[in-house]
């Protein structure tokens, strides 16, 4: 454990957007690598990891040649995916969380530094390989992009996740709205979120749920419903999977993401 002014080192071409500041500071980034590729806590297994696993057991003894991880951060579920897809593509808004998906398949290896307490850090380091995931990497790319308005290409999946996103959307309702144009009939749209809407991401009245209209109380799952239903069927009932997010070595933020499984029907 040492000191150091910063928690990762950086470039300038890793400038993102300035509304999404959160995610290009240095202990943001510290932390998404953490819980993309550090160890289990309290038990929580890896949230991206388990998303993948969860994704590909649904579509068991079907077409996996291409899958889309819009939201993708650091990589990890984009990585898992790989290991029984095709193609995988993973796309985030920062470019700072690409750069070091990008930099871990070419590498192999990711360094990163978490908060101990105070100004004390400590170095990490993980490996695709001790991972199980370097042959997997030959077939991913990460894209930076808006998963709001994807170039016509991205197109014809049979799988697209999206953890963790919707919350963060500007318009989640067109982005629901539109993204059956994006996969094969029969493809699977895998969905996990919180719901944590907050106004500087999306306004109150883009938000799915969570507010009341016209007195009457809406839940999100109520609108994920809404906007989905003239091209999907939801699979199953909806499931809570975790997931940790460590801040110090003794605070951490523990978050359960709802998750809807939806098969595209027309």
Request: net charge positive.
């Amino acid at each position: 454990m040492r000191y150091s002014p910063s928690l990762l080192k950086s470039s300038p071409k890793n400038e993102s957007v300035a509304l999404y500041a959160r995610y290009r500071s240095d202990a943001a980034v510290a932390q998404y690598c953490d819980l993309h590729y550090g160890p289990d806590k309290f038990g929580v297994p890896n949230f991206p990891q388990k998303m993948a696993q969860l994704s590909a057991a649904e579509l068991a003894g079907k077409p996996q040649r291409k899958a889309l991880d819009l939201g993708c951060a650091v990589g990890r579920s984009s990585f898992e995916l790989a290991t029984c897809f095709d193609q995988v593509t993973g796309v985030d808004f920062s470019a700072r969380f690409i750069d070091i998906a990008q930099r871990l398949k070419q590498r192999g290896k990711l360094c990163y530094q978490l908060s101990e307490e105070g100004d004390l850090i400590s170095d990490q380091q993980v490996f695709l390989a001790d991972l199980g995931l370097a042959e997997a990497a030959t077939r991913v790319s990460f894209l930076q992009g808006n998963a709001q308005c994807l170039e016509p290409h991205f197109c014809h999946y049979d799988l697209i996740l999206a953890a963790n996103l919707i919350d963060r959307l500007s318009t989640p309702g067109k982005f629901l709205a539109n993204i059956h144009r994006r996969l094969v009939i029969d493809g699977l749209l895998v969905i996990a979120s919180p719901y944590d809407w907050l106004e500087r991401f999306t306004t109150p009245k883009q938000w799915l749920g969570g507010r009341f209209r016209a007195g009457l109380p809406v839940a999100s799952l109520d609108g994920l419903k809404k906007k989905l239903a003239k091209h999907f069927v939801m699979l199953g009932e909806p499931r809570d999977v975790e997931f940790v997010v460590r801040e110090t070595a003794r605070t951490f933020r523990h978050s359960i993401s709802q998750v809807t499984l939806w098969r595209r029907v027309r």
